[in-house]
């Protein structure tokens, strides 16, 4: 079992009350996979997005650098889209295990001011250790 702490990932939520799928196609074709798929709830849309080659990144500053990227060029139909979300926020995931002591990493305030300006929030999930027996989910291991 892994006790380390690191960094997993960045996923990207939203919540809309207008329909997410053709904001959902266009941010697939341009680089997202679906990571939580596309659902009504009964008054808004929900869906999760991380970046097809998020292995590639070790930290949380590069991979939303990347995905603020491609937000910043959506056209302006999808950029309404985007705009109409009641709810954008990069979800930064960490698995945390009992060591190192502690970890630091940070997002310059470029990456900041570039968040603020699409109208995105941040989020930082962190992961329990499982336990004995146990997967990361908090079920039985195989």
């Known amino acids: 079992m ?11 939520d939203l919540y809309s009350a207008e329909d997410l799928t053709a904001l959902a196609a266009e941010l697939d074709r341009l680089g997202f996979a679906v990571a939580r798929p596309l659902i009504r709830f009964t008054r808004e849309w929900f869906c ?14 590069s991979q939303i650098v990347a995905m603020l990227a491609i937000i910043e060029t959506l056209d302006p139909p999808f950029r309404s889209a985007w705009g109409g979300c009641s709810v954008r926020v ?27 300006a ?7 999930t962190l992961y329990a250790v499982a336990k004995s027996g146990e997967d990361a989910a908090g079920g039985e291991a195989p």
């Open 2 to 12: 892994d006790v380390t702490t690191h960094y997993l990932t960045t996923n990207l």
């Open 90 to 116: 990069f979800d930064i995931g960490y698995d945390c295990g009992r060591e190192p002591f502690f970890i630091r990493q940070e997002l310059s305030t470029g990456t900041l001011a570039r968040l603020a």
């Open 118 to 124: 699409v109208g995105a929030t941040l989020r930082v």
């Open 48 to 61: 999760g997005f991380s970046l097809r080659r998020d292995a590639e990144f070790d930290e949380p500053e």
